[in-house]
């Protein structure tokens, strides 16, 4: 008995030494959680389309744009006022997410009709570029999120190489941009839709509430 007493006491001690250090680490983090909260908030690796095979894993949300150029989206977005994180898998699925907060609502409107822009041209552009290749797309249409979104799947397929499918999803809140990617080897048909209109409805509702 003096024994599980001494335990429970222990415990008890445990349990109150990490409160203390929890109320602590919330103090201490008044102003640093005030900067985190000045950048929009990502996506999260569980708010992508599951992977059959895989768990996501992400980067830390980095300033600027992604070193490699986002598929599609080159030379459309500008690297002030952004913010990226990139997702992978163990397979060869991956994903992006870039978030742009424009000066004016009115910049971010043009923003986003230049990005889908792009995004609609991406496929011609793409067999432009490459000659023997093939490459379609398709307007997956609007979502209901806050100032607007919507989804767009681009296929590419060159000679003796993986075709592959990628998904963009292209939303608005305010002056806040939110571009996000998804791709992998295959087609169409391989392509998780209605998670990734659920992924980028989220993405856009994460965004500043103003």
Not at 23 to 49: D, I, M, N, T, Y
Not at 184 to 203: C, I, K, N, S, V
């Given at each position: 008995?003096?024994?599980?007493?001494?335990?429970?006491?222990r415990r008890a001690a445990a349990?109150?030494?990490?409160?203390?250090?929890a109320a602590l680490a919330v103090?201490?983090?008044?102003?640093?959680?005030?900067?985190?909260?000045?950048?929009?908030?990502?996506?999260?690796?569980?708010?992508?389309?599951?992977?059959?095979?895989?768990?996501?894993?992400?980067?830390?949300?980095?300033?600027?744009?992604?070193?490699?150029?986002?598929?599609c989206v080159e030379n459309t977005?500008?690297?002030?006022?952004?913010?990226?994180?990139?997702?992978?898998?163990?397979?060869?699925?991956?994903?992006?997410?870039?978030?742009?907060?424009?000066?004016?609502?009115?910049?971010?409107?043009?923003?986003?009709?230049?990005?889908?822009?792009?995004?609609?041209?991406?496929?011609?552009?793409?067999?432009?570029?490459?000659?023997?290749?093939?490459?379609?797309?398709?307007?997956?249409?609007?979502?209901?999120?806050?100032?607007?979104?919507?989804?767009?799947?681009?296929?590419?397929?060159?000679?003796?190489?993986?075709?592959?499918?990628?998904?963009?999803?292209?939303?608005?809140?305010?002056?806040?941009?939110?571009?996000?990617?998804?791709?992998?080897?295959?087609?169409?048909?391989?392509?998780?839709?209605?998670?990734?209109?659920?992924?980028?409805?989220?993405?856009?509702?994460?965004?500043?509430?103003?």
């Amino acid at each position: 008995m003096h024994n599980h007493n001494h335990k429970r006491s222990r415990r008890a001690a445990a349990l109150g030494a990490a409160a203390a250090a929890a109320a602590l680490a919330v103090v201490g983090a008044g102003p640093a959680q005030a900067s985190v909260q000045s950048v929009p908030a990502h996506l999260v690796p569980k708010e992508l389309p599951p992977h059959p095979a895989s768990d996501w894993y992400a980067s830390d949300v980095t300033k600027g744009l992604p070193e490699t150029p986002p598929f599609c989206v080159e030379n459309t977005l500008p690297t002030a006022g952004a913010t990226h994180r990139t997702f992978w898998t163990e397979y060869d699925t991956g994903a992006a997410q870039i978030v742009v907060r424009t000066g004016t609502v009115d910049a971010a409107r043009k923003l986003a009709a230049a990005a889908e822009k792009k995004i609609r041209n991406c496929a011609a552009d793409w067999e432009r570029q490459f000659p023997q290749g093939t490459a379609s797309w398709r307007d997956y249409g609007a979502l209901q999120a806050e100032d607007g979104a919507h989804v767009y799947g681009v296929h590419t397929s060159y000679p003796d190489s993986e075709p592959g499918i990628h998904l963009f999803g292209v939303g608005r809140d305010g002056r806040t941009v939110t571009i996000v990617r998804w791709g992998e080897m295959g087609g169409y048909d391989q392509a998780p839709l209605a998670d990734f209109r659920r992924t980028t409805t989220t993405a856009v509702v994460k965004l500043y509430q103003e």
